[in-house]
């Protein structure tokens, strides 16, 4: 009887902690992850350096 007890205890337990896991997982893939400017450069600067990733040639 006691042994039916823990395993049932145990598998309700599993049960929690996989619950957990999936919605933390789930949480975690609807956050918008972002990347943070190096240190000492001005947001002014980061956006303007997005904008000249592509090559240009002079004419």
């Known amino acids: 009887m006691v042994i039916t007890i823990m395993v049932i ?3 309700i337990m599993t049960i929690v902690i996989a619950a957990a896991f999936g919605l933390a997982v789930s949480k975690g893939y609807s956050v918008k992850h972002t990347v943070d400017p190096l240190p000492g450069q001005d947001q002014n600067e980061w ?3 997005e904008g000249t990733n592509e090559r240009t040639e002079s004419k």
């Open 9 to 11: 205890v145990v598998v």
């Open 47 to 49: 956006a303007e350096e």
